[in-house]
């Protein structure tokens, strides 16, 4: 699935909240896993992460995306292309794990169970990991309030309603997975004159365009509910909460989930 993001990097600058984190999570994210005096794992080349840690290793599977997003290699900091399931680190190597979105990127089941399990054995004992997560609600809603939300401005954000869009599809499946072309198709379904969106919104028609980055693509990604993240990442770590990760458009279905590896038996 690397074509999808090989591609998908010629749009980062185009895109705000909630797909980017803002200063305000980035201090969170710092303050969760107690960064600065740790050896960092962050999965993706996610550019507002990567001035954190000690010491930082960053690992994608795209090259296009370390390429062009990632700020480059300094004194305590690193990019692999590397997958996500088979990181290229020792065991008890890394003592702090960040993610922007990483687990939305990977489908259940499968991908994120060998994900969760990778990261456990490369955690040191007492490691601690910080992961945003885009969390489909418990109760679903439908695609026809979803588009009403829109026209009658009661969403911030194109990148919002994209994600509204998603989560209604993937809960509308039975859950937590989409393919990205479908989210494409939805937003051409309910939206197919953009020029009118962007004039009743006032959102960019370049913000609007991103979706494009879509079409063509067979990646999956997955909206869990926050219930079902918990229960996925506490059946491995024991140690797992989720907490707010700042306010921005969203941000009530974008929690931090912070989990930490058990030390001894």
Known sequence: ?????????????RLGPPL???????AI??????ADRRRLLLYGVTPELAGLGRELVAVDGAIGMIRDL??????????LQADWTALPLADGSVGAALGD???????????LEALLAELARVL???????VRVFCRPELPETLEAVSAAAWDGEIATFHALKWRLAM??????????????????????????RAALAARTGWPAEAIDTIDAYA?????????????????????????????SGDYPLSERCPLIVFRKGVGP
């Open 1 to 13: 699935m690397s074509g999808h993001w090989d591609r998908y990097h010629r749009h980062w600058n």
């Open 20 to 26: 980017r984190p803002g200063p305000e999570t980035v």
């Open 29 to 34: 994210y710092r303050d969760a896993v107690d």
């Open 70 to 79: 990632w700020p480059g290699d300094g004194p305590g900091r690193r990019a």
């Open 101 to 111: 979105g990483a687990f939305n990127a990977n489908p259940l089941p499968g991908r």
């Open 124 to 130: 040191a004992p007492g490691g601690r990991a910080a």
């Open 168 to 193: 209604v599809l993937a809960g509308a499946r039975g859950g937590p997975n989409v393919a990205v072309r479908d989210i494409l198709a939805g937003v051409e379904r309910l939206f197919p004159d």
């Open 216 to 244: 063509g693509s067979d990646q999956v990604y997955a909206f869990p509910t926050r219930g079902e993240i918990l229960a996925l990442v506490g059946a491995r770590f024991p140690r797992v909460a989720a907490i707010d």
